[in-house]
């Protein structure tokens, strides 16, 4: 397991930032915050944290999927990662649960969590689900979203990213360095394209 050390204090919700990373906090246990780093157990010194929460859904499924998604925080992004499985169930050989990009993690912690099987990549998942307008988001949806190079494509081929979202503006992704939780900026927003639920 790992014990993370900080130097100055840190600003954290049921999540723990450092660095502009935050970590779910599981539990506390003495002077310790349990979490989740790189799909192993890892404990943060409770004086060097400030603790907000995100309040959880009473849907068992949702929170098993954001549970699995804590367990990937800190994880490698990869490009073309190598999927869990084949988008029908059939587990693919080559796949390491130390390395994502961002369809492969919401894959993997979709089957992980509730056995959805959802297919290899954004632009095939996004026709998957139930629609859901931005209005009407809820903890446990996949936001999916255009960037700098898709922005200007035509239909599904205008998506290029996917994120869980976590409520009240946070979500669980990965996009070029490892998986992590953020706040939702003015630009993120601007490449939302929709949300879809699958639970």
Known sequence: FFIFWLISRCVKMLLWQNEGTMYALIEKT??????????????????????????????TDVENVITEGYKTLGTPYVYGAVRFHDGN????????????????????????????????????????????????????????????????????ERVGHVALYLGDDYILHTSSDYARIEKMTTKRWKFFIEARRFL
């Open 89 to 156: 169930g059939k587990l693919l050989g080559g796949f390491s649960a130390q390395k994502f990009d961002c369809s492969s993690l919401i894959q993997y912690i979709f089957y992980k969590g509730a056995g959805v099987l959802l297919r290899s990549n954004t632009r095939t998942q996004v026709t998957q689900g139930e629609y859901v307008a931005k209005t009407d988001l809820q903890r446990g949806d996949c936001m999916y979203f255009t960037n700098e190079e898709r922005q200007y494509n035509k239909g599904i």
């Open 30 to 59: 003495g002077n310790w915050y349990k979490t989740y780093y790189r799909g192993k157990t890892g404990y943060i010194y409770a004086s060097y944290a400030t603790v907000f929460t995100l309040e959880k859904t009473e849907d």
